[in-house]
Each structure stands twice: as C-alpha cells, then as structure tokens.
C-alpha cells in the first residue's frame, strides 16, 4: 500500500510532463487500436463467409462472365444441395461517393443460401414479387433514408443507362459480422432489359455462382468436380470457398495493408521513445533520492521497482484511456468513412492487444533508466543532492 | 537586441545527447510516415498522368468510367475512325486503335496469390500511338498470332511471366515474345496481344475504348461535340491525360487522405514528446536562463533561443527522416487499382514540393512543441533563477 502510495505521489510529482505523457499515449494507443480495426474491417468479407458456400467464376477472372446454362449441368454434380448466381452491378447512385455493393441475383435461391440475411416474411414475398423490386440492408435504408415503396435510381457504370428500381424489403443480419449495406436486385429483370436492349447478344450471362454444400469437409472435392466439369470448355471455371474468395479481395490490397501494419507498429515505437525519455528524466532528477534510498538501507531491486511501478502506472492509466477512446473514434471514423466499411467492430483482440502494447511501453521504457539506477555509486549520487 | 549564438544551442542538443535522440527518432518516424504516404500518392498519380499523351483521345462509353465497363461496337468503331481532324501515321493511314481490355488472373511472385492483369488487344497502330512504350527485349507480336508482349512490371511481380514463357489462358496457349519497357507509365503493368486474335480467344463482340491521335491538340472540343452530337454513337470522348489521371484519383485520394490522417495523429505524439524535452531543458537550466538574463540577454532572447532549440531538434528529426524515406524511392510497390480493379505498379516519387512539405511539417511539430516551454522559460524571474543555481 505505501508502495503505490509512493508510485502515485511520484508519477504526478511533475504533474505536466506526466500529463503530457499519458495524452501521448492516449493518442497512439487509441491510433493502433484504430489502424488495427481498419485492417479488421477489410478482412471482414471474409469472417462473415460460410464454409458451406463456394464460389464458381470465370478462370480467367472475375470480369468474364459465365453462361447461364452452366447452372443446370452445377445443380446436377454430386453434393451440391443448393445454386444461385449474381452479376456485380456496379451502379451509381446520385454521386460517386455514395457507393455501396449491388448484386442481380438469383432472388429465391440467393436468399435459401444467405440465411445470415433476415427478412420479414411480407416483406420477402413482396421482393420476389416485384421484377423491379430491390432488398437493402438496414444500415443502408437508414443511411439514405430510404423506406419501403421508395424508388431507388441507379446509373449504370456496366449497363449503361439509368435504372429505376422499388424498395420492397429491408434485411438486417442475423448477426453483428454481417454486412448491411447490399443491394440485392432480381437477375431476370436485368437480363430481360439487356435481351431487349442488345436484340439477344450479351443476355443469359452470369458474374458468379453461388454453391450450397451441406458438408464443410467436401468443399475441396466439390470444387474439383465442378472444375473438371467445365475443363477445356470455352468458359473454364475456377471454384473456391467463399472465404478464399473474399480473401481474393482482401490480397489485392495487400501492399496497402501491409502499410497499415506497419504503420500501427510505428506508432507504438514512437510513444516507446516519448515514454522512455520520460522515464530518462525522471531518473536523472532523482538520482539523489535514490541514492538516499540506497544509503538508508533500501535494496537496489527497491529503486528498480519504484521506477517500474511508475512507469508502468503512467502507461496502464494513458493505456486504459486509449482504450475507452478508441470506441467513439471508431464509430466517428466509421460514420465519416459511410459505406467503404460495412462492417467496422473493435474487436476483443484489438482491445487485448491495445492493452498488451501499453504494458509493453511500460516496461521498456523503464528498463535502461531502472538498469542504470540500480547500479549508482551511492557517494556518488549523494554528492548530487549538495 | 542580442541573440543567444547558435552554436549554445546547439550544444545544448548535445549535451543531452539520449534525451535529443529519442525526440528527434520520433519525430523522424512520424516525418518518415508523413513523407512516404505523399510519395505514393504522388507515385501512383506520376504513374498515370505519364500513361496518357497530351494529343490523344480516348473513347469510351457513356459512363463507364474504365476500359473494363465499356463496350464499343464495330460499327462505332467504324463511325469514330472517320471522324475529322484525326492524324495519320508515317504510311499514311490514321492513327486510331481500336482496342478490347479484359482482366486476367495470374499468380503474384512471391506469395503465388492472383491478382488482375490487364491484357490489352492492341495492333502496331497501338504502339505509334504511344510513345513512350518501347520494346526492352525481344519484338513485337506478330499481327493475326497468339503472340503476346508484357509490360516490365508484369515480368516482375508475376510468376511465369517471361521472354519465351507460354501463358494459358482463353483456352489457348500465348507464347511471350516481347518485354515492353513503358517508361514508368501505366503500360508497364499491362500484357499487349493483337485485338482481334484476343477478341476471338475471348468471344467478345466489341472493343473496349478506340484511341486516336489528333492533328492538332486544340481541336478536342471540336471532336468532342461531333461524338456527342452523333445519336449512333452513345460514346464519350476524354483527353487521355484526363482519363488516366480519373484513374489514379481514387486511389491517390485515399491513400493520400488515409496517410495525412495518420501522420496528424502520430505528430500529436511526436510533438508531445518535443515538449517534455523541452520542458526538462528549461527546467535543468534555470541557473543559466538567470545568468544569461544577468548578463543583459533579454527575454525575447531567452523565448528565440529555446525556440530555436526546438526548430533544430525537429530539423534533424525532419532530415532523418526524409533521408529514410528518400531511400524508399528504390523500392517498387504494386496494388490493385480500384478504379482499373487491376495491378498497377508504381514508384514511391519524392518531389521537392513534398520535401519541403515534409520538412515543414516537422518545424510546425517543433514550434508547436517548444513554445510553451521556451515561453516559460522566457518568463522566469531574474532572481528566482539564480537563486536556483
């Protein structure tokens, strides 16, 4: 009890630089904690990915549709239990910076495979109803104020022209790692308007299928008969997990969160610099006290503790207010970033780590002061108080 | 009014020699991160505005924004290529290039992941169009073969990407015949084939964009009002060099936003860390700032000379860190570019604007840092100092 007594008394004995201290590390604590979250959320696509669906694209790459009669030969092969397809649409809506994924799908068979995707049963019936019909997520509908029966235009980046489209249902995820901010149009109207736009050419395509399984464990063997079916056709297929098709995404900004990466590190060290000069100072202008300490018979693993302890409080009380920063930040950031990030949670890992690097902070920064204190010639230092 | 001499300051500096290298490493690292997220924006941005040619046009359909969206059917095609003003090469024909742009997935180098590769259809017309892609090794494809050339990025980063190398793809085997040098533009990351050869290999009906040289530069608002004006052509035409520079806004625009966002935050820290340095030089030299002041040093004196401290820390913290990221300018990047969705290689490109920016930035975190102490310092009462000595 003296001990933390004395720790207290002492981090706040200079109470601004300590002050100064612990906003610095607030700042680059709640800074990690938020880099760390981005990178989260980018690997999000593929946390909320089932092991029980795959994808099947075009071997040559996603921009290579397939045909639609591939789904009758998909549906035939052993342990597919369910199929659906979906064609990235790419619209704008109003402006540029208002995007959000929309995907022409498959209605029924889409929603039998997304059971993640929770809607009203009045509201589904009526979006499988409605041709021209769309579902959103609720976070989506509430960001644009949008409400049943409203209708929704889209220009087309890929389909040219301006679609027009009416909200008939609004799903919320079954759980928080779901993403609510899709579109989800019907297939067939998009096909129909380009058969009658194109005179029949360029109609009957799909971006990707979508594959139910019932076992996990078959996912490999699945994938290789789907590709071995459509081998050396004029549309070779390549058929992955979802997960593995999401992290498909998630390399392709690799370099860029790489960067992240290491830029969280860095900002780590720089607060280890700070706190360590800190900690530099604070020993020098106490190494008469020290040395009095040692004089009065204190052992030298007594001044390493003080300085520990001190240093380690100053990191845990900054630390912990990083902390609890970080949570409004992100939802801040979160709000300013709109839809580029569906899905943006502080995780528990996060929360463990933030606190694990103030701990970290702590100890290092006091390690070469504590290591120097504890081997004073205490004539030496006594010669200081004079 | 006296100055305090240079040379006291810095001296100061190094008599605390620990304490000065801490603060100024973290102002490095904080100048470092600053600097190299310009020079990638920068890199990426210098990428495409060197990719388009200022008389060229490029077509595209209405609002695709990107060569993947857009389709441009032969007969446009046909429409465009009698358009009026458009230049015409060495032997006489016009210098227009009608070409198909598909992705194509090929494994990265090192981690073996795919990632997108634009693979152009493009014809000799193609190559005199751009003048700043030259062929580094081998020859041009031949027209009407499977034959293809890669851009140097691609040979790079991409495994089985090389002068004899066969890739499989579109159901057919491509021997690569030719490495393209393309002069840091975007062309260095893209694979070239003969258009029709791949408009075959790939079923497509039409091209993807048509590109043309004019005659004269100035006549684009001309040309551009005929194709609008044109109701069988529901195309638009850009300036290349607006086009790609479009291309690059996306991503230069969050990398740039995402990095100056980083940086501000890190040089709270940083400038946290300036001022407890500071504070501690104040407060171990109490007994000089009153000797000084006994001399007759004024205040303003006192406040310039733990300024000026101030400045020439986060000075050599600004140099080493745009020393450090100087060296980044070796090093080649490469990331799918959101608007393309396909690779794009690039350079991290240190610009004197950017330096001067960097080394701004830290003098701010060093003024900003040093003032409150240098004022208190300023401050102090003649007699209390030396009563402290």
């Given at each position: 009890?003296?001990?933390?007594?004395?720790?207290?008394?002492?981090?706040?004995?200079?109470?601004?630089?300590?002050?100064?201290?612990?906003?610095?590390?607030?700042?680059?604590?709640?800074?990690?904690?938020?880099?760390?979250?981005?990178?989260?959320?980018?690997?999000?696509?593929?946390?909320?990915?089932?092991?029980?669906?795959?994808?099947?694209?075009?071997?040559?790459?996603?921009?290579?549709?397939?045909?639609?009669?591939?789904?009758?030969?998909?549906?035939?092969?052993?342990?597919?239990?369910?199929?659906?397809?979906?064609?990235?649409?790419?619209?704008?809506?109003?402006?540029?910076?208002?995007?959000?994924?929309?995907?022409?799908?498959?209605?029924?068979?889409?929603?039998?495979?997304?059971?993640?995707?929770?809607?009203?049963?009045?509201?589904?019936?009526?979006?499988?109803?409605?041709?021209?019909?769309?579902?959103?997520?609720?976070?989506?509908?509430?960001?644009?104020?949008?409400?049943?029966?409203?209708?929704?235009?889209?220009?087309?980046?890929?389909?040219?022209?301006?679609?027009?489209?009416?909200?008939?249902?609004?799903?919320?995820?079954?759980?928080?790692?779901?993403?609510?901010?899709?579109?989800?149009?019907?297939?067939?109207?998009?096909?129909?308007?380009?058969?009658?736009?194109n005179r029949g050419r360029s109609s009957?395509f799909?971006?990707?299928?979508?594959?139910?399984?019932?076992?996990?464990?078959?996912?490999?063997?699945?994938?290789?008969?789907?590709?071995?079916?459509?081998?050396?056709?004029?549309?070779?297929?390549?058929?992955?997990?979802?997960?593995?098709?999401?992290?498909?995404?998630?390399?392709?900004?690799?370099?860029?969160?790489?960067?992240?990466?290491?830029?969280?590190?860095?900002?780590?060290?720089?607060?280890?610099?700070?706190?360590?000069?800190?900690?530099?100072?604070?020993?020098?202008?106490?190494?008469?006290?020290?040395?009095?300490?040692?004089?009065?018979?204190?052992?030298?693993?007594?001044?390493?503790?003080?300085?520990?302890?001190?240093?380690?409080?100053?990191?845990?009380?900054?630390?912990?207010?990083?902390?609890?920063?970080?949570?409004?930040?992100?939802?801040?950031?979160?709000?300013?970033?709109?839809?580029?990030?569906?899905?943006?949670?502080?995780?528990?890992?996060?929360?463990?780590?933030?606190?694990?690097?103030?701990?970290?902070?702590?100890?290092?920064?006091?390690?070469?002061?504590?290591?120097?204190?504890?081997?004073?010639?205490?004539?030496?230092?006594?010669?200081?108080?004079? | 009014?006296?100055?305090?001499?240079?040379?006291?300051?810095?001296?100061?500096?190094?008599?605390?020699?620990?304490?000065?290298?801490?603060?100024?490493?973290?102002?490095?690292?904080?100048?470092?991160?600053?600097?190299?997220?310009?020079?990638?924006?920068?890199?990426?941005?210098?990428?495409?505005?060197?990719?388009?040619?200022?008389?060229?046009?490029?077509?595209?359909?209405?609002?695709?924004?990107?060569?993947?969206?857009?389709g441009i059917s032969r007969s446009q095609a046909?429409?465009?290529?009698?358009?009026?003003?458009?230049?015409?090469?060495?032997?006489?024909?016009?210098?227009?290039?009608?070409?198909p742009?598909?992705?194509?997935?090929?494994?990265?180098?090192?981690?073996?992941?795919?990632?997108?590769?634009?693979?152009?259809?493009?014809?000799?017309?193609?190559?005199?169009?751009?003048?700043?892609?030259?062929?580094?090794?081998?020859?041009?494809?031949?027209?009407?073969?499977?034959?293809?050339?890669?851009?140097?990025?691609?040979?790079?980063?991409?495994?089985?990407?090389?002068?004899?190398?066969?890739?499989?793809?579109?159901?057919?085997?491509?021997?690569?015949?030719?490495?393209?040098?393309?002069?840091?533009?975007?062309?260095?990351?893209?694979?070239?084939?003969?258009?029709e050869?791949?408009m075959q290999?790939f079923r497509r009906q039409s091209f993807s964009?048509?590109?043309?040289?004019?005659?004269?530069?100035?006549?684009?608002?001309?040309?551009?009002?005929?194709?609008?004006?044109?109701?069988?052509?529901?195309?638009?035409?850009?300036?290349?060099?607006?086009?790609?520079?479009?291309?690059?806004?996306?991503?230069?625009?969050?990398?740039?936003?995402?990095?100056?966002?980083?940086?501000?935050?890190?040089?709270?820290?940083?400038?946290?860390?300036?001022?407890?340095?500071?504070?501690?030089?104040?407060?171990?030299?109490?007994?000089?700032?009153?000797?000084?002041?006994?001399?007759?040093?004024?205040?303003?004196?006192?406040?310039?000379?733990?300024?000026?401290?101030?400045?020439?820390?986060?000075?050599?913290?600004?140099?080493?860190?745009?020393?450090?990221?100087?060296?980044?300018?070796?090093?080649?990047?490469?990331?799918?570019?959101?608007?393309?969705?396909?690779?794009?290689?690039?350079?991290?490109?240190?610009?004197?604007?950017?330096?001067?920016?960097?080394?701004?930035?830290?003098?701010?975190?060093?003024?900003?840092?040093?003032?409150?102490?240098?004022?208190?310092?300023?401050?102090?009462?003649?007699?209390?100092?030396?009563?402290?000595?």
């Open positions: 009890m003296f001990l933390l007594r004395l720790l207290i008394r002492n981090a706040f004995r200079h109470r601004l630089r300590t002050v100064l201290t612990m906003v610095g590390l607030v700042v680059a604590i709640s800074a990690f904690g938020l880099l760390r979250t981005i990178v989260d959320a980018w690997y999000a696509g593929a946390e909320a990915s089932s092991s029980t669906r795959l994808i099947t694209r075009s071997a040559t790459s996603l921009s290579v549709p397939l045909p639609l009669s591939y789904a009758q030969r998909l549906r035939a092969i052993d342990g597919v239990t369910g199929i659906s397809w979906s064609n990235w649409f790419g619209g704008i809506y109003v402006s540029e910076r208002n995007f959000f994924p929309q995907f022409a799908v498959d209605g029924p068979g889409y929603l039998a495979l997304y059971p993640e995707f929770v809607l009203k049963d009045d509201q589904r019936l009526a979006w499988l109803r409605d041709r021209q019909g769309v579902v959103v997520g609720r976070k989506l509908a509430a960001k644009f104020g949008w409400k049943l029966g409203d209708t929704i235009p889209l220009r087309g980046t890929i389909f040219a022209g301006t679609w027009s489209f009416t909200l008939r249902a609004i799903y919320e995820g079954a759980d928080a790692s779901v993403d609510e901010n899709q579109m989800l149009m019907h297939w067939a109207y998009l096909n129909e308007t380009l058969r009658a736009r009957d799909v971006g990707v299928y979508v594959i139910g399984i019932r076992d996990p464990a078959n996912a490999a063997l699945i994938s290789q008969r789907i590709d071995a079916q459509f081998k050396n056709s004029l549309a070779e297929t390549l058929t992955e997990t979802e997960k593995a098709f999401q992290l498909g995404f998630v390399a392709m900004s690799e370099a860029i969160l790489v960067a992240l990466q290491a830029v969280s590190s860095i900002i780590v060290v720089i607060i280890m610099a700070v706190m360590a000069n800190t900690m530099t100072m604070t020993a020098r202008e106490r190494l008469a006290e020290y040395a009095t300490l040692k004089a009065l018979g204190f052992s030298p693993g007594f001044v390493v503790r003080l300085l520990f302890g001190e240093s380690l409080l100053i990191a845990l009380i900054g630390g912990l207010a990083g902390l609890l920063l970080t949570l409004p930040l992100a939802a801040a950031f979160s709000g300013l970033a709109g839809t580029l990030f569906p899905v943006f949670r502080v995780s528990g890992t996060t929360m463990a780590l933030q606190a694990g690097a103030a701990l970290l902070v702590g100890m290092v920064a006091a390690a070469w002061p504590a290591w120097k204190m504890s081997r004073i010639n205490i004539v030496a230092g006594l010669r200081n108080l004079a | 009014m006296a100055a305090v001499p240079l040379i006291y300051i810095a001296r100061n500096l190094w008599v605390r020699r620990v304490t000065t290298l801490l603060t100024a490493a973290g102002m490095a690292l904080v100048v470092f991160v600053f600097a190299t997220v310009l020079m990638m924006s920068e890199g990426i941005r210098a990428t495409l505005v060197a990719t388009g040619q200022p008389d060229n046009v490029i077509v595209l359909r209405k609002g695709a924004g990107a060569e993947i969206n857009s046909a429409v465009l290529e009698t358009l009026p003003g458009i230049a015409l090469g060495p032997l006489g024909g016009a210098l227009v290039s009608k070409e742009v598909v992705l194509n997935n090929l494994p990265k180098r090192g981690s073996g992941k795919p990632s997108n590769v634009t693979l152009r259809g493009t014809s000799a017309t193609g190559l005199a169009l751009r003048p700043q892609v030259r062929l580094a090794e081998g020859r041009m494809f031949k027209p009407g073969s499977s034959e293809v050339v890669a851009g140097r990025a691609v040979a790079r980063g991409f495994e089985g990407v090389a002068l004899g190398s066969v890739l499989r793809f579109a159901g057919r085997d491509w021997t690569v015949v030719g490495l393209l040098d393309a002069g840091r533009s975007g062309f260095d990351s893209e694979i070239w084939g003969d258009a050869q791949i290999a964009s048509v590109v043309f040289r004019l005659d004269d530069a100035g006549d684009f608002e001309r040309v551009r009002q005929l194709v609008d004006d044109d109701p069988r052509l529901t195309l638009e035409a850009k300036r290349e060099v607006r086009f790609y520079a479009e291309q690059s806004e996306a991503l230069a625009n969050f990398i740039g936003i995402l990095g100056t966002s980083l940086a501000v935050i890190f040089s709270i820290g940083a400038t946290v860390g300036a001022t407890i340095t500071m504070f501690g030089s104040v407060a171990s030299r109490v007994g000089e700032i009153g000797t000084l002041r006994a001399l007759g040093f004024r205040r303003g004196a006192v406040l310039g000379a733990f300024l000026g401290e101030a400045l020439l820390l986060s000075l050599v913290g600004g140099l080493v860190g745009l020393a450090a990221a100087s060296a980044m300018q070796s090093v080649d990047v490469s990331t799918t570019n959101f608007s393309t969705f396909s690779e794009l290689a690039f350079q991290f490109t240190l610009t004197p604007a950017i330096a001067l920016k960097a080394l701004l930035f830290a003098l701010a975190m060093g003024v900003i840092g040093g003032f409150v102490p240098a004022w208190r310092a300023a401050r102090l009462k003649i007699v209390d100092c030396l009563r402290a000595a």
